[in-house]
């Protein structure tokens, strides 16, 4: 028996350093699929996400769902095609289908729907996969719109992820395109899977919507999410919960439980504890800075759908060196995408470590990769020579791993060394300790008036005034007219109580 932890917000950040050691954190969806259901696209798509079906749970089963369901989508609209993204979907659904299985489904174009032209005349059906929003369908309209002016004879098809909404149908309705429309359906992706233990909906605004706009749609999709889940691995005989809106979760799934056919949930259960936490109730978290391998990747890099961009100088093998640096300039591009995810060995050890840690694994891994090499003078007979050649392409791949990670460590070594973030970091574990956190703080003030990156002043603010309690009023006029003046007062409306 296994935990699913869920969250409103991103799980990886928040549980960086402290995960447990269930297999699945948070939110899923998924058509019902059984093992027996062969791949789509054969071995070569067990071989990529392998990663995702080797735990103690098979995560890959929500993949494997959600793309049978994109291309069901795909052959209801007819001839070649060209995919219209919503630019907020386009590096989730690169966890979900690679372009390679596009093609298959004549999809010969891809743009965005806010900024890329119209394709050319060669593509006979447009396909627009958006979430719900409205300024979305009036882009939409002027897309068609604009087609039909240039005297185009194509087909449209909207699809809504994760659902559509009366609202967005109205909206089309009004922009006068409905019967333009061919199909106008859901595309009911309400999961994604990032990693073998985690899932997300990529719905970052989740937060904001249910504390500050009042709106609790995402919470249905949460629901939905969890009681597709159970669809796939059986019904979660315990839930618990902390908070106002894990109490309406529990309270959505029990009714969709009891109005799911009992047929669909017949399965044996693979977990036996659901853990509903709120956001709210710890603020204090999300806004601490990690101090884990993976975790500092993504505060000074960024990880985006298990992708990370780094300077590719960095990564410059110096065989490659010789020859002239003009040359080496233009064939360099300016950044390096790295695949952080646990199919890689050596990420899936390091990932959760502290940064202090990483250093001596990395050094007993590269002595490993070097005996292995050495063995190459060890193999006399037919039979030896033979094996270490079939090790061979696992030692390679070994040590580019341990060069590409060697390379992010120095990456990272360079920025923890630097004295601001020095000074950050102890400011931050004063004020998680309740030290001067009624007053004034001189190095907030300090950053503000050196104009430091406003989000970096807001969060050390943040983590001051949560830690307090909440501010005193003067402290926080001092701190709002400070930022006016140093932002010219562009953030009047954000810092207004």
Same mark, same amino acid.
């Given at each position: 028996?296994?935990?699913?932890?869920?969250?409103?917000?991103?799980?990886?950040?928040?549980?960086?350093?402290?995960?447990?050691? /269930?297999?699945?954190?948070?939110w899923?969806?998924?058509?019902?699929l059984?093992?027996?259901?062969?791949?789509?696209? /054969?071995?070569?798509?067990l071989m990529?996400?392998?990663?995702?079906?080797?735990?103690?749970?098979?995560? /890959?089963?929500?993949?494997?769902?959600?793309?049978?369901?994109?291309?069901?989508?795909?052959?209801?609209?007819?001839?070649?095609?060209?995919?219209?993204?919503?630019?907020?979907?386009?590096?989730?659904?690169?966890?979900?289908?690679?372009?390679s299985?596009?093609?298959?489904?004549?999809?010969?174009?891809?743009?965005?729907?806010?900024?890329?032209?119209?394709?050319?005349?060669?593509?006979?059906?447009?396909v627009f996969?958006?979430?719900?929003?409205?300024?979305?369908?009036?882009r939409?309209?002027?897309?068609?719109?604009?087609?039909?002016?240039?005297? /185009?004879r194509?087909?449209?098809s909207?699809?809504?992820?994760?659902?559509?909404?009366?609202l967005?149908?109205?909206?089309l309705?009004?922009?006068?395109?409905?019967?333009?429309?061919?199909?106008?359906?859901?595309?009911?992706?309400?999961? =994604?899977?990032?990693?073998?233990?985690?899932?997300?909906l990529?719905?970052?605004?989740? =937060?904001?919507?249910?504390?500050?706009?009042?709106?609790?749609?995402?919470?249905?999709?949460?629901?939905?999410?969890?009681?597709?889940?159970?669809?796939?691995?059986?019904?979660?005989?315990?839930?618990?919960?902390?908070?106002?809106?894990?109490?309406?979760?529990?309270?959505?799934?029990?009714?969709? *439980?009891?109005?799911?056919?009992?047929?669909?949930?017949?399965?044996?259960?693979?977990?036996?504890?659901?853990?509903? #936490?709120?956001?709210?109730?710890?603020l204090?978290?999300?806004l601490?800075t990690?101090?884990?391998?993976?975790?500092?990747?993504?505060?000074? =890099?960024?990880?985006?759908?298990?992708?990370?961009?780094?300077?590719?100088?960095?990564?410059?093998?110096?065989? @490659?060196?010789?020859?002239?640096?003009?040359?080496?300039?233009?064939?360099?591009?300016?950044?390096?995408?790295?695949?952080?995810?646990s199919?890689?060995?050596l990420?899936?050890?390091?990932?959760? #470590?502290?940064?202090?840690?990483?250093?001596?694994?990395?050094?007993?891994?590269?002595?490993?990769?070097?005996?292995?090499?050495? @063995?190459r003078?060890?193999?006399?007979?037919?039979?030896?020579?033979?094996?270490?050649?079939?090790?061979?392409?696992?030692?390679?791949?070994? *040590?580019?791993?341990?060069?590409?990670?060697?390379?992010?460590?120095?990456?990272?070594?360079? *920025?923890?060394?630097?004295?601001?973030?020095?000074?950050?970091?102890?400011?931050?574990?004063e004020?998680?300790?309740?030290?001067?956190?009624?007053?004034?703080?001189?190095?907030?003030?300090q950053?503000?008036?050196e104009?430091?990156?406003?989000?970096?002043?807001?969060?050390l603010i943040?983590?001051?005034?949560i830690?307090?309690?909440?501010?005193?009023?003067?402290?926080?006029?001092?701190?709002?007219?400070?930022?006016?003046q140093?932002?010219?007062?562009?953030?009047?409306?954000?810092l207004?109580?």
């Amino acid at each position: 028996m296994s935990s699913i932890f869920v969250t409103f917000r991103s799980f990886r950040r928040l549980y960086s350093a402290i995960k447990p050691n /269930g297999p699945v954190k948070p939110w899923s969806h998924a058509r019902a699929l059984t093992p027996s259901h062969r791949s789509i696209n /054969g071995g070569r798509t067990l071989m990529a996400v392998q990663h995702l079906s080797s735990g103690r749970i098979n995560i /890959g089963l929500i993949r494997e769902a959600a793309r049978r369901e994109l291309l069901d989508c795909l052959d209801r609209c007819d001839g070649v095609k060209a995919l219209a993204w919503d630019q907020g979907l386009t590096g989730p659904f690169g966890l979900i289908a690679e372009y390679s299985l596009l093609k298959e489904r004549n999809v010969t174009k891809m743009l965005l729907i806010q900024s890329d032209p119209v394709p050319a005349g060669e593509v006979q059906h447009i396909v627009f996969l958006c979430r719900p929003h409205l300024h979305l369908m009036d882009r939409i309209a002027d897309i068609i719109r604009m087609e039909e002016r240039l005297g /185009g004879r194509k087909e449209y098809s909207v699809f809504f992820v994760p659902r559509k909404t009366l609202l967005c149908e109205r909206r089309l309705q009004d922009l006068g395109i409905m019967g333009t429309l061919t199909n106008v359906d859901d595309y009911c992706l309400d999961i =994604f899977p990032v990693d073998g233990d985690v899932l997300s909906l990529e719905h970052p605004l989740a =937060f904001r919507e249910c504390y500050l706009e009042g709106d609790f749609t995402s919470m249905f999709y949460v629901a939905r999410a969890i009681m597709l889940l159970q669809t796939l691995y059986g019904i979660i005989p315990q839930i618990y919960g902390k908070g106002i809106c894990a109490r309406h979760v529990a309270d959505m799934v029990q009714r969709m *439980r009891r109005e799911t056919p009992a047929s669909l949930t017949s399965q044996p259960p693979q977990f036996d504890t659901l853990l509903l #936490l709120d956001r709210n109730i710890d603020l204090l978290s999300p806004l601490i800075t990690q101090l884990t391998y993976e975790g500092l990747i993504d505060e000074f =890099f960024g990880i985006q759908n298990t992708n990370s961009k780094f300077p590719a100088d960095k990564f410059a093998d110096p065989n @490659e060196q010789k020859g002239s640096e003009q040359g080496a300039m233009a064939s360099t591009p300016t950044l390096k995408t790295v695949s952080l995810n646990s199919a890689e060995e050596l990420f899936a050890e390091l990932r959760d #470590l502290n940064y202090h840690a990483v250093g001596p694994l990395l050094n007993r891994r590269a002595r490993h990769v070097k005996e292995a090499f050495e @063995e190459r003078h060890d193999a006399k007979t037919v039979g030896q020579i033979k094996q270490f050649v079939t090790r061979l392409p696992h030692i390679q791949a070994s *040590r580019q791993s341990l060069s590409t990670h060697t390379s992010i460590t120095a990456l990272l070594k360079q *920025r923890i060394e630097d004295s601001v973030f020095i000074k950050s970091l102890h400011t931050e574990q004063e004020l998680f300790q309740g030290i001067e956190t009624d007053r004034i703080h001189p190095y907030i003030e300090q950053l503000i008036a050196e104009q430091a990156p406003l989000v970096k002043v807001l969060r050390l603010i943040c983590i001051q005034c949560i830690a307090n309690s909440g501010f005193k009023q003067k402290v926080y006029d001092f701190y709002r007219r400070e930022i006016l003046q140093v932002t010219h007062h562009t953030m009047t409306v954000t810092l207004s109580v």
